[in-house]
């Protein structure tokens, strides 16, 4: 079973930084998982009525709140096999000091129906994201927001865009400094830059082919 980040790359998950490689080669095949820990050198939000929008989504880990410099973070991901039989990969962000952290949950899997992979952000997989996946030249990886759709009992309806944002995420390794570095802008067509952060982080790598029950969502949803 190959991890869902090698399918849904192909080839080109060769051409992935060695330690980009092992970073996103996260699966129950592999049988490891990735802890990242580090700091976020600026955290940064947009104009104010922005508040309001991320206080909200932090009632269920789906945005962070907060902005600042030399945050620390980590970052976990963990494989396990979801009660819908899909491998699944934990992405969960735990910010600040740990007596009052912020946290951003995502859990991520491989939609053989759509050819890539879904992102499901939140406690409850309230949010489904297509993610479009892109190696650079120097082995980094380009993650960006595609459509998102929204489930919650019966209701599914896909999320426009307008009340929303696109993200794009770049992680690299820094052979130099020994040390992963990630930087995120979320933007919105009309009105332009609501987050992001850049930070650095290590990792270690410890055997795992499950995740804890604090890592993982609360519900499970089948739609894509």
Known sequence: ????????????????????????????????ACVGTGVMSRIRRGPWWTIPFLWVGRIRN???????????????????????GRETVTFVRTYGAVSRPHRFDATMIYSERAGRVIDYLGTHQHLAVDLDLTVN?????????????FYEGPIAFRFPMIFSGRAELRESF???????????????????????????????????????????????ERRE
């Open 1 to 32: 079973m190959t991890g869902i980040f090698e399918t849904a790359l192909g080839d080109d998950f060769a051409r992935l930084h060695p330690m980009m490689r092992r970073r996103f080669g996260v699966g129950l095949e592999a049988g490891y």
């Open 62 to 84: 789906i945005l962070v709140p907060i902005q600042g410099t030399d945050v620390p973070f980590t970052v976990e991901n963990y494989p396990y096999l979801d009660p819908l």
């Open 137 to 149: 030249d120097d082995g980094s990886l380009l993650l960006r927001s595609d459509a998102q759709r």
């Open 174 to 220: 820094d052979d130099e400094a020994g040390v992963y570095r990630i930087s995120l802008t979320v933007t919105n067509r009309r009105f332009g830059f609501l987050f992001g952060y850049d930070g650095a982080f290590t990792c270690t790598f410890p055997e795992a082919k499950d995740a804890p029950a604090r890592l993982r969502p609360r519900r499970h």
